[in-house]
């Protein structure tokens, strides 16, 4: 309906000719005061009173308890009629009820005394039953003290009364809903039926009351609530209900904070968080209050309310039983009903609607994303999520009727409860079963009874195909069980999400700015409550803004937002009248402040969403912006910086003060540059034997080739165990790399089953011992084939084994640390002992596989040895950070699991696993690893962090929110009966992201041992031998456990005062966002800007970056933490988390995390993302480098545009050892025979490198990649810059130490303008000062990457420049080399367009006499182009391109389109590790113009012609070996295919869609045709000729065939 249209509301009378017209007026109101809180009934009265059609003579206030001041403000200041005791006992009805009621009525003397609630609400229904025996009223209105009205609650409830007087089924109404959060509401006109009775400002029928429910009232009156749910719930009858409530709480006495321990549920983070809200314990409020006081005080708080003084609802004859269900099925406006609802099939799907997006509502702007979610439009189909539910049925099998079972406390609804917010008891509100809800943009059918028959009828419906035909006759909707939504809860991969309104985004607004004109000025409203939902310092507070720490409270309206004087955050200010400690805030978007800018959730302009979904044009109102209180109103005090400050995690991470210096415990100085390992070392890493396990072959050329990086590896020393059938190249590698081969006949069986693999496994062991005897080696190291190992690895091994030699309680090292994640990490020289045993990378002695390990050997060969040795108390050693990691398929395989995939959790585990970097580690005295000596390190002797140290944690909080994130060392003790068995442990794995099965994995004596941020961290189950709080130490599972271990764990108890109250139940893990995970030392920045990447932003700061922190902050918290983002979507890209910066992109500012597979990379960057980093301190070396714990590589310390590199000359990073490291690498190649006879060596060449200015780490890069190659003289390079930034300087004159000019232009001219003429002046200067006597000039822009060969790949084409004149350029960068079409290194094409653009040369002559004098003032490219074009030059550029792109800087790339570009970029084929130089020779000599005429010509000729797409053969893979042998053109396959053009240059248009099906670059002219043909690879041994039917070499090959030729449409 429009809500603004008259309202006239008619009623049939007792005789059925005549209607009557109704009236608000005509509602008789019932209220319900105590007696005990004056100043609460004065609240409900005076809102009371502010109804639109009140008639206070149509008012009756009964009291339960003598109140003088109550009967006063009724009778006194409201002039209302009141009926109650007094404190005499004496009956104190009115004057105006003697005038209604005889004066012996039985209805007064109830009300001689004092009543409870139940026996108020039954004696004052008989007294409005007498009181308003007329025939002008038809239904009693049943309110209470506490209570707050909408303007037009009166007009809904007249409303209503037609429909409940036609349909005998309606017995009542209500203005509450029971699940009427802000974000779940919208639409004022709806109105909902439900089997529930809601107790909230309800309704019903005096013929109701008269003739059936006063007589059958309950005799148990305290329990009338359940009573009369069940009574008329079993008669099938049902009540109405608002989606948009038109009640709300006055009070929320019931959220107040006790005294004691916080109680979780009732923090302010919870109260605030309409999604996922836990739902308080009784304990939590006043004892007066129930659960569902606490609720629905609670609930009332986040709502909105109508602010209308009356709502058109429209035609109540809608409402009835049979019209209803039709409108719920499948007549609801806009095809809204449950018959058009999408399936859902998990707890994620759902999530993945939510979003914070801008929504358009323009028909042609509906993109859906992936499977329909992400960027809806309102009044999209609505979708249905079914919660399984076993007791949906009745005991004898069939379908419950009207009183279906719904699912209770037993059936886990809390865990649904607490996910949407809803009340934990059991389901309110449903119909039929089924609650119907705002989901973001859509309608959400939450189906709670299975067993429904409106999802009968739905799945019926949509399997006759009248809608969706894709689903079969049998199809079920799929049902998702309520632990999978607190298993979404509790999963730490899955950033929190909250609802917001239909249609509503969320930004800030502009400095000094009220929410209300922000959201004005956008065509958008704002209210109040929506405000409230997000007042709390976390996202998206911090999304939207980058707060230096967030406050929980302010003394000023005008937040949430930031203060941009301070850059501090504030989450708003306490609810006016709110009581203490409930957390409850004010959102006020009328408020402004000079300095301030607010954090703003704008709703979508009620005209549009009454398009879309049929929403009107009503004002809204928040009641939770005001509470009645007894106390008279009071100024709010500003509360102490010090109580007041309240970091969240994600601040906490980011705030510099809070971090404070790292200090590592490190055991032992850094290994200097060049430092070897001592002989000592050397000769104990020699006494290891290493074991390779490879039973695939395609694991075991991986494995060998570590091998060959590890320091101190010797051939001799490794035994290959592979299957006996083992091709004879694989046993040629192993017998050419010198290794000792033991072939496995019982591999060769079955090498894929993992029934096999632990057979093979001892078979090998035992090998590997008889060699190891033979050899006189003392231990054995089994190496996996999947494995990941560092480089010191066997140096690592060999400073342990004097301990495993020595130490009778140890049995085993191993390499891998099972919680060797990247935030977890820090020290390569901490070692740590630990009672589990992982298996992986592991070493033992030879006598103790000899006489412990292969004689008890099993199928499970893991948990059993890890079983029979735990229990005789011996242990291993591990190292905090790993020397070898394994992929997924290698733990499986190892594991004897018949798959080789892992569940998401345990393969993230492995992928955020770093191993060191170094070539060996320095580990100190390794006597502090012998049994006493670490018992006497973990608990006191640890520099700073020993157990004895710590503080104990009361709870999650300090973890949660950053408090303890230095400062510690930190314990926290839980629950649990046996750490090796209890499953228990899987809570707290889940919030710490570790390995979920029951033994906690390198626990010691269970204690597990972690680094958090700038402390340490213990893990101590209640059941480990250190945590036992009765003084029973020594308890039967721990039969060996040495006295000083007694001792030692008696001493921590005393020290640490542990006690109960300390001791923390597994399930609380899961009632928390898991926290942000950083490194020690570590930071979360944003890059400068987009185009840069992690490498560059993180040495700015001094910092390092490393590929497997990335994942730990992939979340929208923290993007929206250090971003302002307009919304956060999940996306694949090796560069995200990012933010979208392309301002002509509908994208612009959109936040993306990365998901799936797809591997996060510090140094990844794209032009147009922002990426959002984890910066981590690195060990600093004396020679200045950053070592640390990946394969990622690391370069010497930079800064960032805004910071010159001063680190760099003061000696932090020596330059003298950056240029030492460049020349060595130069100098270690030398000279190649083929061109020591050249004509032109690369030192001769002259060498221009074009810089912008602001962007020195791109400049770095390009320099260090020219340093590195063969050949290079920085005397023949020159830098030339157009503005003047110190940072670009200092790169090239400090660190390189090659000439700089400065080319300064004006700051107004245009971009293109100012390119175009920064490189006219510097090829100018260069040529005619610099290098006057240069007969070529090189030309490379500063966003480039060289290739190994560049320089010898220019100098060996360099004289082809002067040799011929058609020739005129040489390029380094082939357009079409992606890497389908890039086989050949020594692969050269001549080209009519010229190919200039990242690397290029033409000869100084054509510079000078013909080029600068016409130079044009802007677009040099496409100058240069058409200079070639018109004089019927070509350029050279190779196959397989010498240089390729590392930032873009403008859209001024292919198409305008730089996100295309960039994808194209990553796609072009790049020999980074190819050839120092490649002899190109023998392509030189087919390049000049006859010869390549000619064998083009004949290209053509043998050619096969194609003549439809379908006919392109398959591009096969061919072997390196077999590429290698075709080298030349001639020698392939050749086809051609003619296509369709007026020219012989294809029209922009023409080419565009050619280029497109071939992946080519569409830019124009077309790149890489000669005469009209462009030859391209097609696989390795063939080549496709695209011939354009006009081309001139077609016509000279007499292979024209206009017939043939492809229409390009």
């Known amino acids: 309906a429009e809500p603004d249209a008259p309202i006239r509301v008619r009623i049939s009378s007792d005789s059925v000719e005549e209607t009557s017209l109704r009236n608000p007026s005509d509602i008789a109101i019932l209220v319900l005061a105590t007696g005990r809180k004056a100043w609460l009934l004065r609240a409900t009265l005076r809102s009371l009173s502010r109804l639109d059609g009140l008639d206070p003579s149509g008012v009756l206030v009964t009291q339960a308890f003598p109140g003088e001041a109550s009967r006063l403000v009724v009778q006194g200041e409201f002039k209302l009629t009141w009926a109650g005791p007094t404190s005499t006992g004496t009956s104190g009805e009115s004057a105006s009820s003697r005038r209604r009621l005889t004066p012996d009525a039985k209805a007064f003397w109830n009300f001689r005394e004092a009543a409870p609630p139940g026996l108020q609400l039954h004696r004052s229904l008989e007294l409005a039953e007498r009181y308003f025996n007329s025939e002008r009223y038809r239904q009693l209105l049943v309110l209470e003290e506490g209570q707050f009205f909408s303007l037009d609650m009166l007009w809904y409830f007249i409303q209503l009364e037609p429909a409940m007087q036609r349909d005998p089924s309606l017995w009542c109404a209500s203005a509450w809903n029971e699940y009427g959060l802000a974000a779940f509401v919208a639409d004022p006109t709806a109105v909902l039926r439900t089997d529930w009775f809601s107790v909230v400002a309800w309704s019903v029928p005096l013929d109701v009351l008269r003739n059936y429910l006063l007589p059958t009232w309950s005799e148990d009156r305290e329990a009338w609530k359940p009573w009369l749910r069940q009574l008329f719930r079993s008669e099938g009858k049902q009540c109405l209900f608002p989606e948009l409530p038109r009640v709300a709480l006055a009070s929320a006495e019931c959220l107040r904070k006790q005294n004691g321990p916080s109680v979780p549920g009732n923090s302010p983070e919870d109260l605030l968080a309409p999604f996922r809200l836990q739902n308080a314990p009784v304990t939590a409020a006043p004892s007066t209050c129930s659960d569902e006081d606490v609720h629905l005080q609670r609930l009332s708080a986040l709502s909105i309310v109508s602010g209308a003084l009356s709502v058109n609802i429209g035609d109540a004859s809608r409402l009835g039983a049979d019209n209803y269900r039709d409108y719920f099925l499948w007549r609801w406006p806009g095809k809204?009903?449950?018959?058009?609802?999408?399936?859902?099939?998990?707890?994620?799907?759902?999530?993945?609607?939510?979003?914070?997006?801008?929504?358009?509502?323009?028909?042609e702007s509906k993109a859906m994303s992936g499977h329909g979610y992400g960027r809806q439009a309102l009044g999209e189909a609505p979708v249905r999520l079914i919660i399984q539910n076993p007791g949906s049925k009745t005991d004898s099998g069939e379908r419950a009727g009207p009183g279906h079972k719904v699912p209770t406390k037993s059936d886990s609804w809390r865990d649904v409860a607490a996910y949407f917010g809803f009340s934990p008891s059991e389901p309110h509100g449903m119909y039929h079963g089924v609650l119907r809800i705002w989901w973001r943009n859509l309608i959400l059918y939450l189906v709670v009874d299975p067993e429904s028959p409106l999802l009968i009828a739905t799945e019926d419906y949509q399997k006759k195909g009248r809608w969706l035909r894709a689903f079969s006759r049998d199809f079920k909707s799929p049902q998702v069980s309520s632990s999978d939504f607190a298993e979404q809860m509790a999963d730490i991969t899955l950033p929190p999400q909250k609802p917001v309104p239909p249609g509503a985004s969320i930004g800030s607004a502009p400095m000094g700015e009220s929410c209300a004109n922000h959201c004005e000025s956008r065509g958008?409203?704002?209210?109040?409550?929506?405000?409230?939902?997000?007042?709390?310092?976390?996202?998206?507070?911090?999304?939207?803004?980058?707060?230096?720490?967030?406050?929980?409270?302010?003394?000023?309206?005008?937040?949430?937002?930031?203060?941009?004087?301070?850059?501090?955050?504030?989450?708003?200010?306490?609810?006016?009248?709110?009581?203490?400690g409930s957390g409850l805030m004010a959102g006020d978007c009328a408020k402004r402040s000079a300095r301030i800018r607010r954090l703003c959730i704008c709703r979508l302009p009620a005209t549009q969403v009454r398009k879309k979904a049929g929403s009107p044009s009503v004002l809204l109102l928040s009641p939770g912006r005001r509470f009645a209180r007894e106390t008279p109103k009071a100024a709010v005090a500003a509360i102490p910086e010090a109580s007041a400050l309240r970091i969240g995690a994600v601040q906490a991470a980011l705030d510099k003060t809070s971090q404070g210096a790292v200090e590592l415990s490190r055991f032992a100085l850094p290994?200097?540059?060049?430092?070897?390992?001592?002989?000592?070392?050397?000769?104990?890493?020699?006494?290891?034997?290493?074991?390779?396990?490879?039973?695939?072959?395609?694991?075991?050329?991986?494995?060998?080739?570590?091998?060959?990086?590890?320091?101190?590896?010797?051939?001799?020393?490794?035994?290959?165990?592979?299957?006996?059938?083992?091709?004879?190249?694989?046993?040629?590698?192993?017998?050419?790399?010198?290794?000792?081969?033991?072939?496995?006949?019982?591999?060769?069986?079955?090498?894929?089953?993992?029934?096999?693999?632990?057979?093979?496994?001892?078979?090998?062991?035992?090998?590997?011992?008889?060699?190891?005897?033979?050899?006189?080696?003392?231990?054995?190291?089994?190496?996996?084939?999947?494995?990941?190992?560092?480089?010191?690895?066997?140096?690592?091994?060999?400073?342990?084994?004097?301990?495993?030699?020595?130490?009778?309680?140890?049995?085993?090292?191993?390499?891998?640390?099972d919680n060797g994640l990247a935030p977890y990490v820090a020290d390569a020289t901490v070692v740590m002992r630990t009672d589990w045993f992982s298996g992986v990378a592991w070493l033992s002695t030879v006598d103790?596989?000899?006489?412990?390990?292969?004689?008890?050997?099993?199928?499970?060969?893991?948990?059993?040895?890890?079983?029979?040795?735990?229990?005789?108390?011996?242990?291993?050693?591990?190292?905090?950070?790993?020397?070898?990691?394994?992929?997924?398929?290698?733990?499986?395989?190892?594991?004897?699991?018949?798959?080789?995939?892992?569940?998401?959790?345990?393969?993230?585990?492995?992928?955020?696993?770093?191993?060191?970097?170094?070539?060996?580690?320095?580990?100190?005295?390794?006597?502090?690893?012998?049994?006493?000596?670490?018992?006497e390190l973990f608990f006191e002797d640890w520099p700073g962090e020993g157990l004895l140290h710590a503080k104990p944690l009361p709870s999650l909080r300090p973890l949660s929110d950053g408090r303890a994130n230095s400062g510690g060392p930190y314990v926290l003790a839980f629950k649990n009966k046996d750490y090796d068995h209890d499953d228990t442990w899987k809570a707290v794995a889940t919030f710490f992201g570790l390995w979920q099965e029951p033994w906690i994995r390198c626990s010691y004596l269970g204690v597990l041992r972690l680094r958090w941020r700038n402390a340490v961290l213990f893990l101590v189950p209640a059941s480990s031998p250190l945590a036992a709080i009765s003084g029973n130490f020594l308890s039967s599972d721990f039969p060996a456990l040495p006295a000083l271990v007694f001792n030692a764990t008696r001493k921590s108890l005393n020290s640490v005062h542990w006690n109960a109250n300390f001791v923390l139940e597994p399930i609380l893990f899961y009632s928390l966002t898991p926290p942000m995970l950083l490194p020690a030392g570590g930071e979360v920045r944003?890059?400068?800007?987009?185009?840069?990447?992690?490498?560059?932003?993180?040495?700015?700061?001094?910092?390092?970056?490393?590929?497997?922190?990335?994942?730990?902050?992939?979340?929208?918290?923290?993007?929206?933490?250090?971003?302002?983002?307009?919304?956060?979507?999940?996306?694949?890209?090796?560069?995200?988390?990012?933010?979208?910066?392309?301002?002509?992109?509908?994208?612009?500012?959109?936040?993306?995390?990365?998901?799936?597979?797809?591997?996060?990379?510090?140094?990844?960057?794209?032009?147009?993302?922002?990426?959002?980093?984890?910066?981590?301190?690195?060990?600093?070396?004396?020679?200045?480098?950053?070592?640390?714990?990946?394969?990622?590589?690391?370069?010497?310390?930079?800064?960032?545009?805004?910071?010159?590199?001063?680190?760099?000359?003061?000696?932090?990073?020596?330059?003298?050892?950056?240029?030492?490291?460049?020349?060595?690498?130069?100098e270690k190649d030398p000279t190649p025979a083929f061109a020591r006879d050249l004509?032109?060596?690369?030192?001769?060449?002259?060498?221009?490198?074009?810089?912008?200015?602001?962007?020195?780490?791109?400049?770095?890069?390009?320099?260090?990649?020219?340093?590195?190659?063969?050949?290079?003289?920085?005397?023949?390079?020159?830098?030339?810059?157009?503005?003047?930034?110190?940072?670009?300087?200092?790169?090239?004159?400090?660190?390189?130490?090659?000439?700089?000019?400065?080319?300064?232009?004006?700051?107004?001219?245009?971009?293109?303008?100012?390119?175009t003429e920064h490189h006219r002046a510097a090829i100018k200067h260069a040529l005619n000062s610099h290098f006057p006597s240069a007969r070529s000039l090189l030309v490379i822009e500063e966003d480039m990457e060289a290739a190994p060969d560049m320089l010898w790949f220019f100098a060996q084409l360099e004289p082809l420049l002067h040799k011929e004149q058609e020739l005129w350029c040489v390029a380094a960068w082939n357009d079409n080399g992606i890497a389908p079409y890039a086989v050949d290194l020594t692969g050269l094409i001549r080209t009519d367009a010229f190919a200039g653009g990242l690397a290029w040369m033409l000869s100084a002559e054509l510079f000078?006499?013909?080029?600068?004098?016409?130079?044009?003032?802007?677009?040099?490219?496409?100058?240069?182009?058409?200079?070639?074009?018109?004089?019927?030059?070509?350029?050279?550029?190779?196959?397989?391109?010498?240089?390729?792109?590392?930032?873009?800087?403008?859209?001024?790339?292919?198409?305008?389109a730089p996100v295309t570009a960039a994808a194209?970029?990553?796609?072009?084929?790049?020999?980074?590790?190819?050839?120092?130089?490649?002899?190109?020779?023998?392509?030189?000599?087919?390049?000049?113009?006859?010869?390549?005429?000619?064998?083009?010509?004949?290209?053509?000729?043998?050619?096969?012609?194609?003549?439809?797409?379908?006919?392109?053969?398959?591009?096969?893979?061919?072997?390196?070996?077999?590429?290698?042998?075709?080298?030349?053109?001639?020698?392939?396959?050749?086809?051609?295919?003619?296509?369709?053009?007026?020219?012989?240059?294809?029209?922009?248009?023409?080419?565009?869609?050619?280029?497109?099906?071939?992946?080519?670059?569409?830019?124009?002219?077309?790149?890489?045709?000669?005469?009209?043909?462009?030859?391209?690879?097609?696989?390795?041994?063939?080549?496709?000729?695209?011939?354009?039917?006009?081309?001139?070499?077609?016509?000279?090959?007499?292979?024209?065939?206009?017939?043939?030729?492809?229409?390009?449409?």
């Open 1239 to 1315: 004509e032109t060596q690369p030192g001769d060449l002259s060498i221009l490198v074009i810089a912008s200015g602001h962007r020195p780490e791109d400049l770095e890069q390009s320099l260090k990649s020219l340093a590195r190659l063969p050949g290079y003289n920085p005397e023949r390079v020159l830098v030339s810059q157009n503005r003047p930034e110190i940072s670009s300087e200092r790169v090239a004159k400090t660190m390189f130490n090659v000439s700089w000019v400065l080319l300064e232009q004006e700051s107004s001219v245009h971009f293109e303008a100012a390119v």
């Open 336 to 363: 809204q009903g449950m018959f058009y609802s999408r399936p859902l099939s998990s707890v994620s799907e759902l999530e993945a609607y939510l979003g914070y997006e801008l929504v358009s509502m323009a028909p």
């Open 524 to 580: 958008q409203v704002c209210v109040d409550a929506d405000l409230t939902a997000v007042a709390t310092c976390a996202a998206p507070l911090t999304m939207v803004f980058q707060c230096k720490g967030c406050d929980a409270t302010a003394t000023d309206a005008a937040f949430p937002g930031q203060n941009r004087d301070t850059g501090r955050c504030a989450a708003g200010l306490p609810a006016p009248e709110a009581p203490s």
């Open 1408 to 1456: 000078r006499a013909e080029l600068l004098p016409r130079w044009p003032k802007t677009d040099w490219v496409r100058f240069l182009q058409n200079q070639g074009k018109a004089m019927g030059r070509q350029c050279v550029v190779p196959e397989i391109s010498r240089v390729r792109h590392v930032g873009r800087l403008t859209g001024k790339d292919e198409a305008g």
């Open 848 to 935: 103790m596989l000899t006489q412990e390990v292969l004689p008890k050997w099993s199928a499970s060969w893991q948990s059993h040895l890890r079983q029979i040795f735990a229990r005789r108390g011996l242990q291993c050693l591990v190292p905090e950070v790993s020397r070898a990691v394994p992929d997924a398929g290698a733990v499986a395989t190892a594991a004897g699991s018949a798959s080789a995939e892992l569940p998401a959790s345990q393969d993230f585990i492995l992928k955020g696993s770093p191993v060191c970097n170094s070539d060996w580690v320095d580990l100190g005295s390794v006597e502090r690893l012998h049994q006493e000596n670490y018992l």
């Open 671 to 817: 290994v200097f540059p060049g430092q070897k390992p001592s002989s000592l070392l050397l000769q104990s890493a020699g006494q290891i034997l290493v074991l390779v396990l490879a039973p695939k072959g395609s694991l075991l050329k991986r494995a060998l080739g570590a091998l060959q990086n590890v320091t101190g590896i010797q051939p001799g020393q490794v035994l290959v165990a592979h299957p006996f059938s083992d091709t004879p190249d694989i046993k040629s590698l192993i017998q050419t790399m010198g290794f000792h081969s033991l072939q496995l006949s019982s591999w060769t069986r079955s090498t894929s089953s993992h029934h096999v693999y632990p057979a093979g496994y001892k078979d090998a062991l035992q090998g590997a011992v008889d060699l190891a005897k033979s050899i006189k080696a003392n231990s054995v190291l089994v190496l996996d084939g999947g494995l990941h190992v560092s480089r010191d690895l066997l140096t690592f091994f060999g400073q342990l084994l004097p301990v495993l030699l020595n130490d009778a309680s140890l049995w085993c090292i191993s390499a891998w640390n």
């Open 1086 to 1226: 944003a890059a400068p800007g987009p185009g840069q990447d992690c490498f560059h932003t993180c040495r700015s700061r001094g910092l390092a970056c490393l590929d497997e922190d990335l994942p730990f902050m992939n979340s929208c918290a923290t993007l929206n933490s250090v971003l302002t983002c307009s919304a956060c979507e999940p996306g694949q890209d090796p560069q995200l988390p990012a933010q979208v910066m392309d301002p002509g992109s509908d994208y612009h500012r959109l936040c993306r995390f990365n998901v799936g597979s797809v591997k996060q990379h510090c140094g990844a960057r794209s032009e147009t993302l922002r990426r959002v980093c984890t910066c981590r301190r690195g060990v600093i070396d004396a020679g200045g480098s950053l070592s640390l714990f990946s394969a990622s590589t690391l370069d010497v310390d930079s800064e960032d545009t805004e910071v010159a590199p001063d680190s760099l000359l003061e000696g932090d990073s020596p330059l003298e050892f950056l240029h030492e490291e460049l020349k060595e690498q130069r």
């Open 1464 to 1609: 194209r970029d990553a796609a072009t084929f790049f020999a980074a590790e190819g050839p120092k130089a490649c002899d190109l020779r023998h392509a030189v000599s087919g390049l000049d113009r006859e010869t390549y005429f000619r064998d083009m010509v004949s290209g053509l000729r043998n050619a096969k012609l194609l003549q439809d797409l379908s006919e392109l053969p398959a591009l096969v893979a061919e072997p390196l070996s077999e590429v290698a042998k075709i080298a030349q053109w001639q020698k392939l396959t050749h086809y051609r295919m003619h296509f369709e053009s007026r020219s012989p240059q294809p029209t922009p248009e023409a080419w565009a869609k050619l280029a497109s099906f071939f992946r080519l670059s569409q830019a124009s002219p077309p790149r890489g045709l000669y005469k009209g043909v462009l030859r391209i690879r097609w696989g390795a041994t063939s080549v496709l000729f695209l011939v354009a039917s006009t081309s001139s070499l077609a016509a000279a090959a007499e292979v024209s065939v206009q017939s043939a030729a492809l229409d390009l449409q």
